[in-house]
């Protein structure tokens, strides 16, 4: 099992533009959640997801959007980026809602 | 609402040295407690957890964490530190039931130090 990945690894944007970054899991999770994580600030949830359809913002979802179109995939869309949407994102998934796995980040960067 | 303090930003041992790692964590109901590791440029991984039962919770690395219900605390130790330990760390708390309440509550991390 391949657990969490995520795509890209890096990536810088100009302010204004968009883009999606994709996270899959392999182990037939029902959860899986989007996080950023800016130094000194720990990890906050920007969306998750219960299952398949079913999406639900967290803590700091403005600017951002999901989908879950299938168990596997959850994308997350950034519209209009900013510079204070500079941050490491991470994607997880989970079997119960408790235990999480992660992927191993995208770094991005707004200019 | 659930909240995770962790205290102390950065900890610095010598090798060999104890390693204890400060958490105290706010819920209104028992909650589950995690301790995840981070090491540079890699995703967070998960050390131990504490559900129910045993209060002393044993993970991987020689790590190891105690629920204390009457301090709110779960903090983690290791006996003697490796070089390899150099990573942040992570406490996090999350409620019993599934969709919102099983979502976690992260602290702000300690980044650990091993001095030769």
Redesign the interface.
């Known amino acids: 099992n391949a657990g969490?990945t995520q795509t890209p690894k890096f990536r810088i944007l100009k302010i204004g533009q968009s883009m999606t970054l994709q996270c899959t899991q392999d182990m037939n999770h029902n959860?899986m959640?989007w996080y950023r994580q800016d130094p000194?600030?720990?990890?906050?949830?920007i969306y998750?997801s219960?299952g398949a359809g079913i999406t639900?913002k967290?803590e700091v979802p403005n600017g951002y959007n999901v989908s879950r179109s299938t168990t596997e995939d959850f994308p997350l869309r950034l519209e209009l980026a900013a510079p204070s949407q500079t941050s490491v994102y991470?994607c997880?998934s989970?079997p119960?809602?408790?235990?999480?796995?992660?992927?191993?980040?995208t770094r991005l960067t707004v200019l | 609402a659930q909240s995770v303090t962790q205290l102390g930003s950065h900890v610095s041992v010598s090798e060999g040295a104890l390693v204890l790692l400060r958490c105290n964590y706010s819920s209104s109901v028992p909650p589950y407690l995690f301790w995840y590791v981070q090491y540079p440029n890699q995703g967070l991984q998960l050390l131990l957890k504490y559900t129910t039962g045993a209060t002393l919770v044993k993970g991987i690395n020689g790590f190891e964490a105690e629920f204390k219900k009457s301090e709110t605390s779960f903090h983690l130790t290791k006996p003697s530190a490796h070089m390899s330990d150099a990573a942040e760390y992570f406490c996090a708390v999350s409620g019993k039931g599934g969709g919102s309440q099983g979502n976690l509550i992260f602290g702000k991390g300690t980044k650990l130090s091993v001095k030769p």
């Open positions: 969490v959860y959640y000194g600030m720990g990890l906050k949830l998750y219960v639900d967290g991470f997880a989970s119960g809602g408790n235990e999480q796995f992660f992927g191993p980040g």
